[in-house]
């Protein structure tokens, strides 16, 4: 299989597209999601696709290795906010009984 010109040698514009789509994406989910989970899955979307453009202008641009440094540590602040938020999200739903975030109003007040 041959691949077309374009796609044979990915650049910085496709990395790019590809981050700029994770990003839609990741941020449409934190916006239209009522589950706690599904805002949590949409706020990692938004974390890789700023790790892709560490990464990607890492490799293009004059970042060197401090790009793939910054993603890794990105990586790593990722995961503690996941294990972190998934503990509170247990916490609501043994309290509320449910991880929509609007039933959960009782925190404002």
């Known amino acids: 299989m041959v691949l077309p ?12 597209v590809v ?5 839609s994406l ?4 934190v916006i239209s999601r009522r589950n706690i989970i599904m805002v949590l899955m949409g706020i990692e979307l938004i ?4 790790n892709l453009n ?6 293009y641009g004059a970042l060197s290795l ?11 602040i990722a995961a503690a906010e996941a294990a972190v938020a998934l ?7 043994n309290r509320f009984g449910s991880v929509d975030v609007e039933q959960i109003s009782e925190l404002k007040e």
């Open 5 to 16: 010109e374009w796609l044979a040698e990915p650049g910085l514009n496709h990395f790019l």
């Open 19 to 23: 981050s700029a789509l994770l990003f």
């Open 26 to 29: 990741g941020l449409l989910a």
């Open 47 to 50: 974390l890789n696709s700023a």
């Open 54 to 59: 560490f990464v990607a202008f890492s490799r």
């Open 66 to 76: 401090d790009g793939h440094m910054i993603a890794l540590f990105v990586i790593i």
């Open 87 to 93: 503990a509170i999200a247990l916490n609501i739903y």
